[in-house]
DNA sequence: ATGAAAGCGCTAACAG
DNA sequence: CTGTTAGCGCTTTCAT
């Protein structure tokens, strides 16, 4: 271990160089390679240039780590808990947070916690002991309480996608419920009245508010809501596959169809293939679904702002660190109805005559 | 600054409680807390309730920074940087280094490069700063010279997808010429004798190693290649699209497309669709390509094994940082031909003369 | 303009 | 079983 005492000037071999063995390279003070190293101003050219070439030959890299734990103990690293790193939704806020880190010069930990919240807490204290400056989290908990002593000791914390059950702290959300009403009263504009509901675990916060999106839209246009066309708890395709062909085959079966998240939607895309219905029964989706444009006909949705709902959690995030006090708010990102297709089929006659529409 | 000397137990506020915050609450050595912390055996149950004690009662959190700058310098942590966190392949592959990594209690800082060689520079020596164990890249860079120092001083390397152009740089790789030639040979094997290559730019390493996969199965079958079927350069759907149309434009048209690379392959279903030539002309595609299942036909592909090369890079740059000594190696890693339809279409009798077809 | 010394929060090495 | 001391690599006083 001591090898670094008897050969202070191991060009290469393994262990790194350290800024002293570059202060004794150039034969200056380890303070004086500290001021070249950060661009510190009033070194002599001539004392730059030397400690620039030791630094060179002896390949020293700053040490951040060693710096953070000194100065104002910022890591300038975040953690980023999202659901799944493969999932296309997670990617994009992902990738919108990541393009912010990096303007800002802050690393991003990037972790997944497949709904789990017990993973989601341990991974967040495993950060939280890695010191990260922040935390932007896509909740699978119930309650974020266990953040509490972190953020009491200066753990800035945003969550995105959901909003969270403790109200202190700030969140991104797409406007679900407002989406989904947009999506329902698209297809009731389009004559429907049978419309069906696919979603998935009421536990998700975003499931049930798409859900109350629905109803809400139903409800402004006086059409009586059928438990028999509201299926929940579908978490893959294959559930919507199934669910699409259950509502389809009810005696009233419904002439539209809302898919309330991308697999789910999917999902219902393959039974209407199956059932050679994909050109006579309506389907809107949530979320931008990769077949969207490919399939006859290609499929409407609902597209939520990734970029924005990214971008706009880690400046949030930042305003936190710098100081920020204001009340912890919820910004709701505004979603965009894609019609493509699908959405925009018509209802047949029959479900649209105006004396069944009434109250149903 | 200096409030911590004057008042060493803020039990929230502000700014974290340290180890001898929890010391001296506890009434203990910070040595004896640290024993705590880290599970040691060999102390009292009445101290240990003593300072897990204080530890609640301060919101203590052990400080990882200082701990890996005092023992081994090991930061249980590693880079990861691929080209665009929220490409499906990218994500994929992400995802199960990052599974393989909490296993072993390590983290993942995710960067995206965008294919720009500077930018995979400067993020990688950004985090060398920051002291990360190792690196798993997916290069965009011509060559990796640039890593030299540090691999020097220590920084395991490893390398996904693309063959570093460093030979002494460990990667794993998908077999991107057998599972091209795989493709092309299938193709063959159903009658097609006019088969169309579209790749991206042969500057990147497995393009070029999909068309050479593609130039050796028509050989083995003793095809003549005819340039006018082989695109290259097609970096989006919409190039992979007008690229279709151009070759089922020729006089003598292919009866088959190897698409290869997954936004090439969304291009040319799009092209064959609007043509009408979905159920005519074969297709098989590189990657897994999110729509393939849904579309008529749906799509055959080439898929790479994103699960395995991003464990087994993982696992690689692990057994180097147990001190793995064995010369550097590429581990490719075999693709598999998922038939759904698309890469099953015969080619058309005319084609087919058993003369031209000397040893099928 | 440069440097010496102290200390960030923790742990290895050695007492007691 | 517990505590003291030194020091990881760096930066912050404060001298010079």
Redesign the pocket.
């Given at each position: 271990?001591n090898s670094?005492r008897t050969s202070p000037e191991r060009p290469t071999g393994p262990?790194?160089a350290?800024?002293?063995d570059?202060?004794s390279r150039a034969?200056?003070?380890?303070?004086?390679?500290?001021?070249v190293?950060?661009d510190e101003?009033?070194?002599?050219d001539?004392?730059v240039r030397r400690v620039t070439a030791a630094v060179t030959e002896l390949g020293?890299?700053?040490?951040l780590t060693?710096?953070h734990?000194?100065?104002?103990?910022r890591t300038a690293s975040i953690g980023v808990l999202v659901q799944d790193l493969s999932n296309e939704f997670c990617g994009a806020v992902l990738r919108a947070i990541e393009d912010r880190a990096r303007a800002e010069g802050v690393v991003v930990i990037a972790s997944s916690i497949d709904e789990d919240a017990e993973r989601e807490r341990e991974t967040a204290h495993g950060l939280v002991a890695r010191r990260i400056d922040g935390l932007i989290l896509m909740p699978a908990s119930r309650h974020q309480d266990y953040l509490d002593t972190d953020r009491a000791s200066g753990l800035a914390v945003v969550a995105v996608d959901r909003r969270p059950l403790v109200t202190e702290i700030d969140a991104v959300v797409a406007d679900n419920q407002g989406g989904a009403a947009e999506a329902v009263g698209h297809l009731i504009a389009h004559g429907h009245r049978r419309i069906a509901f696919l979603g998935d675990s009421e536990s998700i916060a975003t499931a049930a508010e798409r859900r109350d999106g629905y109803r809400m839209a139903l409800r402004a246009s006086r059409i009586g809501q059928d438990p028999a066309l509201e299926r929940m708890d579908l978490r893959t395709t294959e559930d919507a596959t199934r669910a699409t062909h259950e509502v389809l085959g009810l005696d009233d079966p419904p002439t539209a169809i809302f898919a309330a998240r991308n697999v789910i939607c999917t999902g219902a895309v393959v039974a209407l293939q199956q059932l050679s219905l994909s050109g006579t029964v309506a389907l809107v989706g949530f979320d931008e679904v990769a077949i969207g444009e490919f399939v006859e006909p290609r499929v409407t949705v609902v597209r939520q702002d990734t970029h924005t709902i990214g971008a706009n959690a880690f400046d949030r995030l930042l305003a936190r660190l710098d100081g920020d006090q204001a009340p912890a708010s919820i910004e709701v990102v505004p979603t965009t109805l894609v019609k493509r297709g699908s959405g925009e089929i018509r209802a047949p006659r029959k479900s649209a005559k105006p004396r069944r529409a009434v109250r149903r």
């Open positions: 271990m670094r262990g790194r350290t800024m002293r570059v202060a034969g200056v003070s380890v303070k004086t390679v500290s001021r190293v950060n101003a009033g070194v002599t001539e004392l020293y890299r700053h040490n060693a710096s734990l000194r100065r104002g103990h």
